[in-house]
């Protein structure tokens, strides 16, 4: 079984590896959010993932980072996010998904899982 680090080494991989081969930039994540997307990922008791999704680059370590978006689920419900189950923004509502500071996050939050859902499921 992969781990939810697997999967977001493999999403990063994906968004690296398409614009890479189509010599096409990341949209310009500057004019929608100052520093493109830094998060932690926190698994509800577990582990935390600090991931950047920007312009100039695309990343994911283990850890935490200062960041403006802090998303807590539990590694059950991550998992299907990159399974492609279902969306971050899918568990607003059901409470499965916390978010410090929802109200000045909801522009990454929204691309992030946008990216999710495009970018995690390709091989």
């Not at 081969?21 to 949209?27: E, V």
């Not at 993932?49 to 370590?61: H, Q, R, T």
């Not at 189950?85 to 946008?114: A, D, H, W």
Request: hydrophobic fraction near 40%; charged fraction near 20%.
């Amino acid at each position: 079984m992969q781990s939810l680090y697997d999967f977001l080494q493999q999403f990063v991989r994906n968004i690296n590896n398409i614009f890479k081969k189509s010599k096409i930039k990341l949209p310009n994540i500057i004019e929608l959010y100052p520093f493109g997307i830094r998060t932690n990922i926190r698994v509800h008791n577990g582990d935390t993932y600090y991931l950047v999704v920007s312009p100039e680059k695309c990343f994911v370590k283990k850890g935490a980072s200062a960041v403006d978006l802090n998303i807590e689920a539990s590694e059950s419900f991550w998992i299907g996010v990159m399974k492609g189950e279902y969306s971050i923004v899918s568990g607003l509502p059901t409470g499965k998904v916390k978010i410090r500071g929802l109200r000045s996050s909801i522009l990454p939050l929204i691309f992030l899982s946008s990216l999710i859902i495009l970018f995690s499921n390709l091989k």
